[in-house]
């Protein structure tokens, strides 16, 4: 693939990486500051999982299956236990005892949960299943110790291909189930006559698996200090269903510091501490997980793995602080993958082109077994099947399917680029039956401004949205009808030029009610936060969420800045540390700025507050008599007199002389939880050109105009949807991982497995609107996968929409050249 | 063990090491210079990539013995006087890095660019990090990143 350097991009419009126009304040919501977080990642100074070094540590290994399934028939580990410098090697028999069944929150009914542990006895169901773990002095010597440790197996069928998996004859993943089944669901019902449709589009598409691969490998070092152990608790406290705790005996209640230390590469701190807590019978006073300088995770460090359990089990046993790393072929084959969909999508439409009813079938690959989220993907695609468009009737069965591979869980769009694919498709694919533009289609359907808030027949509720306007204002960037007329010109020239629209919505920052069924999750949406203004003014914000790459440290102090008028410097913000936060759910779903910043707009809001009663008691004036400006209050009947929050909160602290009902101190806690999630959206306008003779795809344009309502910091922003393009591009063109027919993953390093290169990524031309969302007081809607869900249908329906004078109507992603040329090649042979 | 002595970050630095220990590992365990970070290992990423006798290597693929003698400069070295280097100040300044894992690699192999091209356009850009994988940013606001500190390298060579 090429980019638009390539080509002067003349005939086809001018306009290649623009930002945003901005609006100027200085360090408040609306200011393009730099990060605050930048300076010690630039030096070399942050601190990741690898970069933590304690006294005494250990280095874990695991040892890898080859094989997709395959009964374990012996694991001698003798060899390998003789090494100078091994301290324990476990086979999953012994581990077994030490290390309870890996967590499932998902909640749908009658769902089939195979056994899950960190290390298997009889069997192993996916290429890259840990199945021996090995604990040496240094990284090196465990490496010796894993090439010491022979394993025989008894190979057995493997199941790749998820409609065949549903065959009767097919292999099963897990013969106790006498199904490959994980569940069915049923939501609504559409019969044959689609609504009155005049015309029915049908259409097969793939959703195909893509692995996160954050430039940060998943990581753990785990300390236990042993010498705590004082009482014991006889009954372990237990948060999570379905989760028993292990056999081991129950844990001590200390005095001091917190029993388990662990420092993990993951989005969420406190999920991962309530979840070991039930697991291991540990108090969850007892556990510190700590969360350093995370390099992105993209949905796939949510999960507690197998590895991260051994690591800290162990650490336990051996009284020392284990480090587990894991290396990139294991991020490949044994990190959590994404998507991995096949659905069937039927569109009853009028001849208008009106959608008069929508069914879909989607089978959803869970691979293996089921990590923390795993069956809940299709849910989302389900209760969003709707995009931005007023269809009255809806039906979707979903199927999930174990196969012989890597278990699927949350990837950057999680369920919702699914959704936004197969609609966005859809729309296209109707345009083509209907002989009528893309863009008519559209409106023709689109959710008018004055239906909002609005309910689609699954009972989602969509907050606030504008679709009309940033369709507009996306076609003006390209000059629509004007590239068409180009297009229709390089045609007669022998140039195939595609422009693919995608009119995406999505949705953010999930609540702890009003979810869909399927979606029940073990904890709610609500997020947390607490100021705290010392008495020498510096402000400490701690957030519950847990940033990894999003700036948070940058957006969260510019909503205090804005709020209370301090100045940047004075404030800092922590996160990432259960002993230093507040109980948080993390970062994940598009949720830190929405649900997380609104909970620190409420504290700040608070101190606000308390600061405006504290001058109104210090000017002896009624509190509606004082003006907040800038940090600095007055009374307006003597407005030359002012003083400061700074001030106040010296007072606020001395304590001697406070204002009825007011404590002493200056800190103020907020939890927010929105009624609704919110509803980001946008128009990509991708245009492409086809190179007919080798099937090379070259993105010659590329515009994104995204609305994520308020936006604090149009630099981050900007920043986030061009990473989510870049990953939404890289599924439309390049990525996909591939499984031989044996199970094997063919895509098992960043050799095989194409990462976008700095050579294959447009530059984006963007705008914005801005809608704000009624959900929250901050009116942000979230903006983290919004580029992922918006990129692939913009790409994928310029291509089609390229290759249309071959009579080609769908294409599966990934957009290799090769398919895409063995296409063009068949349609050129129909039509001889 | 195998004794080696080598410069890094301009100062001596003498270690015995054993023969099949990587270059990143003699960076990152022994010299506590943590900052080169490893992403792959295959030679891909690019995440380790430090300046070895004035040229970009990949310091997952060099052996610490083959570094005796030689002169590394990694991303500790890069600011001096207390002031961050142009590249530094302008991956901060245009937003050219997110989750931070692939920047000290970023960074170094942009460096060598810059050595070799004080004027690059955005295609000798996009070919010199071509090898340097970046999850987070696009590669859209590294170019400028790029872009930025030639300009400042620039003024300051014009001011000198």
């Known amino acids: 693939m090429r980019t638009d350097r390539d080509l002067p991009p003349r005939p086809l419009g001018e306009g290649r990486g623009e930002g945003f126009r901005e609006r100027q304040s200085p360090s408040g919501i609306g200011a393009r500051l730099k990060r605050r977080e930048d300076p010690r990642l630039l030096s070399g100074r942050g601190t990741y999982v690898d970069d933590i070094r304690l006294p005494d540590m250990l280095y874990l290994k695991v040892l890898r299956s080859p094989y997709a399934h395959a009964r374990i028939a012996r694991i001698d580990t003798s060899q390998a236990q003789s090494l100078p410098g091994v301290v324990t090697v476990l086979t999953g028999r012994e581990a077994r005892p030490l290390t309870p069944p890996l967590p499932v929150a998902a909640v749908i009914p009658d769902l089939k949960v195979p056994e899950h542990y960190a290390l298997p006895i009889e069997k192993v169901c996916y290429a890259g299943e840990a199945v021996a773990a090995v604990v040496a002095s240094d990284s090196y010597i465990a490496a010796d110790a894993l090439a010491c440790i022979e394993v025989e197996y008894e190979p057995l069928p493997a199941i790749v291909d998820l409609e065949q998996a549903l065959q009767p004859q097919a292999p099963l993943v897990h013969e106790e189930f006498g199904t490959n089944v994980a569940y069915r669901f049923q939501l609504g019902e559409v019969d044959d006559t689609f609504g009155g449709a005049d015309v029915v589009v049908r259409q097969r598409m793939e959703n195909q698996r893509l692995i996160p691969n954050s430039m940060e490998p998943r990581g753990i070092v785990a300390y236990y200090r042993e010498a705590l152990r004082e009482a014991t608790r006889s009954e372990p406290m237990r948060v999570l269903s379905g989760v028993e705790g292990a056999s081991s005996p129950a844990e001590p209640m200390a005095r001091g510091p917190a029993s388990l230390v662990i420092w993990l590469s993951t989005q969420g701190p406190h999920l991962v501490r309530t979840q070991l807590a039930s697991m291991l019978n540990i108090p969850e006073h007892q556990i510190q997980v700590i969360a350093p300088e995370v390099g992105g995770a993209f949905g796939a460090k949510l999960n507690i793995y197998g590895e991260e359990l051994l690591a800290i089990v162990l650490a336990r046993q051996l009284g020392r602080p284990i480090k587990w790393i894991e290396e990139r072929s294991e991020h490949m084959a044994a990190t959590s993958h994404g998507r991995g969909q096949v659905a069937y999508l039927e569109a009853g439409v009028k001849r208008d082109g009106t959608i008069t009813a929508l069914r879909l079938r989607i089978i959803a690959d869970m691979g293996a077994y089921h990590h923390v989220l795993t069956p809940v993907a299709p849910f989302q695609t389900a209760t969003l099947i709707t995009g931005c468009y007023t269809i009255p009737a809806l039906a979707v069965e979903i199927t999930g399917v174990f196969t012989s591979k890597t278990p699927t869980d949350p990837y950057r769009g999680y369920g919702r680029a699914e959704a936004a694919y197969y609609i966005e498709r859809a729309m296209d694919l109707v345009a083509r039956e209907l002989e009528m533009d893309p863009v008519a289609v559209r409106r023709r359907n689109f959710i008018r401004p004055e239906q909002f808030p609005y309910m689609n027949p699954f009972g989602h509720t969509y907050d606030s949205g504008d679709y009309e306007r940033s369709l507009s204002r996306a076609l003006e960037m390209l000059d629509y009808d004007r590239v068409r007329r180009e297009q229709a010109r390089l045609r007669q020239g022998g140039r195939y030029i595609g422009i693919g629209l995608s009119t995406y919505v999505w949705r953010a920052g999930f609540p702890s009610v009003s979810i869909p069924p399927g979606m029940q999750f073990l904890l709610g949406g609500w997020e947390s936060a607490t100021i705290q203004i010392a008495p020498t003014g510096a402000v400490t914000v701690r957030t519950g969420t847990s940033p990894h790459g999003q700036g948070l440290e940058t957006t969260m102090a510019q909503i205090v800045s804005d709020c209370l008028g301090v100045p940047i410097d004075d404030i800092r913000v922590v996160h990432g540390d259960t002993e230093a936060v507040p109980y948080g759910m993390g970062t994940m779903g598009s949720r830190s700025l929405c649900n997380g910043g609104s909970a620190v707009l409420l504290a700040a809001e608070q101190l606000k507050e308390k600061a405006i009663r504290m001058a109104a008691h210090v000017f002896q004036a009624a509190r509606e008599e004082i003006v907040y400006q800038s940090g600095r209050m007055f009374s307006k009947s003597f407005p030359e007199r002012v003083i400061t929050i700074q001030e106040v909160t010296r007072l606020a602290y001395h304590g001697a002389d406070l204002p009825a009902g007011i404590a002493a101190g200056m800190e103020a806690s907020a939890i927010f939880d929105p009624a609704n999630f919110t509803s980001p959206f946008g128009t990509h306008i991708c245009v492409v050109e086809v190179d007919i003779d080798t099937g090379d795809v070259k993105i010659v344009r590329y515009i994104a105009v995204d609305d994520c309502g308020r936006v604090v910091n149009p630099m981050i922003v900007e920043g986030q949807i061009q990473g989510g393009v870049a990953q939404g591009v890289g599924q439309a063109l390049l990525e996909g991982a591939v499984y031989g027919d044996d199970g094997q993953l063919l895509t098992g390093s960043f050799l095989t497995y194409a990462m976008p290169t700095s050579t294959e990524l447009p530059l984006l031309e963007m705008d914005r609107t801005e809608t704000p969302t009624p959900v929250n007081p901050l009116g942000a809607k979230g903006v983290g996968e919004a580029g992922a869900i918006g990129a692939p249908p913009a790409v994928v329906n310029a291509v089609v929409d390229a290759l249309s004078p071959f009579g080609i109507t769908h294409l599966d992603m990934p957009l290799w050249p090769e398919k895409v040329w063995r296409a063009i090649q068949q349609a050129r042979g129909h039509r001889q | ?160």
């Open chain 2, 1 to 160: 063990m195998v004794g080696i002595v080598l410069r890094v970050n301009g100062i001596e630095r003498r270690a015995e090491v054993q023969p099949r220990l990587l270059l990143v590992h003699f960076l990152r365990e022994h010299l506590g210079l943590t900052g080169t970070h490893v992403g792959c290992d295959s030679s891909q990423c690019g995440a380790c990539t430090v300046i070895l006798d004035g040229k970009a290597v990949k310091s997952c693929t060099v052996l610490a013995v083959q570094a005796d003698g030689t002169d590394v400069l990694t991303i500790e070295g890069l600011a001096s006087g207390g002031r961050l280097h142009p590249l530094q100040e302008g991956f901060w300044a245009e937003h050219g890095l997110q989750c931070g894992f692939c920047t000290p690699g970023m960074i170094m192999a942009a460096y060598q660019l810059l050595q070799r091209n004080p004027n690059p356009n955005e295609r000798d850009i996009r070919e010199a990090i071509r090898g340097n994988l970046c999850r987070c940013t696009g590669y859209q606001r590294i170019i400028t990143a790029i872009q930025y500190a030639a300009r400042a390298m620039g003024e300051m060579d014009a001011n000198r």
